[in-house]
């Protein structure tokens, strides 16, 4: 991070008061978290769900810290002073005003993604892309939310040609609140599916909630749309010549061309991706076409999709000692993203026997249940060697499974740990092992186990 402002810039935009210091004096960085503050960076104290960062303030960092930024009200009359204090009415909202104040300071593209599944992905493509033209700044792993983003945006420097961040939300307007700060040029829809709908309720909010990316452009924005999502194919209309359309229809600009290949703008690239399935190729139809609006080459979209790798939890292969394929998807899961990882596992390891180890979907609210049986019924029909089930909410798809009938072992425990017994020494270079569920469920442990 490299602010390159005084601290009187920093408070005014941060909406607040310089209480203590000099107003001309330099604040080049700033932390969120004591423990990786360094010497002479501003400190954020921000209210977090465990802690509250004020309650941290004390001598030893008032010494270490360049300054402070805090909450009005929160600071005790007898605490410790830093060489600098600003005081703000809300400090994870003045966070947010300074990160949009300092994105106004550079007049380079960028692109926010959204949608339910296959963000991070698609925004880790496209940066790969981007890096072989110039330096890129992107959201560091799911840097996504009213937290992450704003913290993503503040690493953007001169030296930067283009910016890649991903906007998540799990409730009417987060999206549009995200793209006011991050105020992108070009904005990237990827699906629209059953996600968070503890908190959207139904399908229909999760596409209005998704697509206020692109509804918040500017007027020369471009938008980027999935012509294969019923919900998003719906937006074209409205975007005319600003619309890039990517999928496997015919009029898409960006279009699926057989596993290996896409079209791209009347130019056929061919490529081998890192990662595998569908919904890989979806992900990297999305990056193409973002790089398209950019204004990137063919040649150097297809270089930059077979240099990418996917990320931790996503696809990542494990080492097994017994040879095995180990595959852990394990980031997230909802139940477009469970069927088509599962389908692409499948898919990927047809000489193989398979073997899945499932958790919860979480978030799926009321319709919970009903999602969790209709996986079960779907699995029943698959080629595999066995199915372990792991979560509450996975009694009902141990249910429907078992009621199927299918040829293959299952086996089901509330504690994906319970599972660890019925795993360990079962598998030889023969087998391949998928671990998909939702982030809650930890299923790392349990692949590490292995």
Excluded at 307 to 315: E, F, I
Excluded at 360 to 372: C, T
Aim: hydrophobic share 45%; aromatic share 6%.
């Amino acid at each position: 991070m490299k602010l390159e402002m005084t601290w009187r810039e920093l408070s005014r935009a941060a909406g607040g008061r310089l209480m203590r210091g000099e107003g001309s004096d330099p604040v080049e960085s700033l932390s969120t978290d004591t423990r990786s503050l360094r010497d002479g960076q501003a400190f954020w104290a921000l209210a977090g769900e465990r802690v509250d960062a004020h309650s941290l303030l004390n001598e030893t960092l008032a010494s270490k810290a360049g300054g402070w930024i805090v909450g009005r009200g929160k600071l005790p009359a007898k605490a410790p002073r830093p060489a600098h204090l600003v005081v703000v009415p809300d400090t994870l909202k003045a966070l947010q005003a300074l990160a949009c104040h300092h994105r106004r300071r550079f007049e380079i593209p960028i692109v926010g993604v959204a949608g339910s599944n296959g963000k991070t992905t698609t925004k880790e493509m496209l940066k790969s892309i981007c890096a072989l033209v110039g330096p890129t700044c992107a959201s560091p792993g799911n840097w996504n939310n009213e937290l992450g983003l704003p913290l993503s945006l503040l690493e953007l420097t001169n030296e930067h040609r283009y910016g890649v961040f991903e906007l998540a939300a799990c409730r009417r307007g987060e999206v549009a609140e995200l793209a006011r700060i991050c105020q992108p040029t070009i904005g990237v829809l990827t699906n629209i599916g059953a996600d968070h709908l503890e908190t959207f309720g139904t399908i229909e909010t999760t596409f209005h909630t998704n697509s206020e990316l692109v509804e918040t452009l500017p007027e020369d924005g471009i938008a980027v749309i999935n012509a294969d999502d019923p919900w998003l194919a719906a937006l074209e209309p409205r975007f005319g010549a600003r619309a890039i359309m990517y999928g496997a229809a015919p009029r898409c600009r960006v279009r699926l061309d057989g596993p290996n290949a896409l079209i791209v703008d009347r130019h056929r690239i061919e490529f081998k991706l890192n990662s595998f399935g569908t919904y890989s190729r979806y992900n990297a139809a999305a990056a193409a076409a973002a790089a398209l609006a950019l204004g990137i080459d063919a040649d150097t979209i297809r270089r930059g999709l077979e240099a990418h790798v996917p990320g931790m939890l996503r696809q990542e292969r494990r080492e097994h000692p017994g040879g095995a394929a180990l595959v852990l998807d394990a980031y997230n899961a909802n139940p477009d993203s469970m069927r088509a990882s599962v389908q692409a596992f499948v898919d990927e390891f047809p000489g193989k026997a398979k073997t899945l180890v499932l958790g919860d979907m979480k978030e799926l609210g009321p319709e919970g249940a009903r999602f969790h049986r209709e996986l079960g019924e779907w699995l029943s029909v698959l080629d595999l060697k066995a199915v372990l089930l792991a979560g509450p909410e996975m009694k009902a798809a141990e249910e429907a499974l078992r009621a199927a009938k299918p040829k293959f072992a299952v086996s089901y425990a509330e504690d994906p740990a319970a599972l660890a017994p019925a795993l360990k020494g079962k598998f030889a270079a023969g087998d391949a092992v998928l671990f998909k569920g939702s982030r809650a469920m930890k299923l790392e442990d349990l692949a590490t186990a292995l």
